[in-house]
């Protein structure tokens, strides 16, 4: 659902790697919300990077920041605390995991930037996820 609550796109590579996959795959476009049964903080809701709704899946992502500390330490907790609160929504989650980062899931990407090759891996795990059938069903 689309929720006035969420935070405006980190840095520019997120919108970058929305229209790289919109150009591949149709999915409702703009929604920035998933309602989750417990609270995340204070909200009853989490703001994933891209919401693709028709497939029920998340994707983060994820990037050391300049100062080489995001989505480390705490930071990683905070983040396997939102991927449990999906998944126990019904929803899965693919985290690209930028640079160094490990992964944190079974369907994590690594990735160096937002290319196609990129978008071609994230493909092949929203098939692994929800099936050839149902994800060729939303190509472009």
């Not at 309602?35 to 703001?47: C, G, N």
């Not at 994707?59 to 449990?84: A, L």
């Amino acid at each position: 659902f689309l929720s006035a609550c969420a935070p405006t796109p980190a840095s520019a590579t997120e919108p970058r790697l929305a229209q790289l996959l919109g150009a591949r795959l149709s999915y409702a476009d703009g929604l920035n919300a998933v309602r989750v049964p417990r609270p995340f903080f204070t909200h009853l809701e989490v703001w994933p990077d891209i919401v693709l709704s028709e497939l029920r899946v998340a994707i983060e992502y994820d990037t050391m920041g300049r100062n080489s500390t995001e989505h480390v330490g705490q930071r990683e907790v905070i983040d396997r605390r939102k991927d449990r609160l999906l998944r126990s929504a019904g929803w899965e989650v693919v985290r690209v995991r930028a640079g160094k980062l490990r992964p944190l899931g079974d369907h994590d990407v690594a990735a160096s930037g937002v290319t196609n090759k990129l978008i071609d891996r994230l493909l092949d795990q929203l098939r692994v996820i929800r099936g050839d059938l149902i994800v060729n069903c939303y190509l472009r």
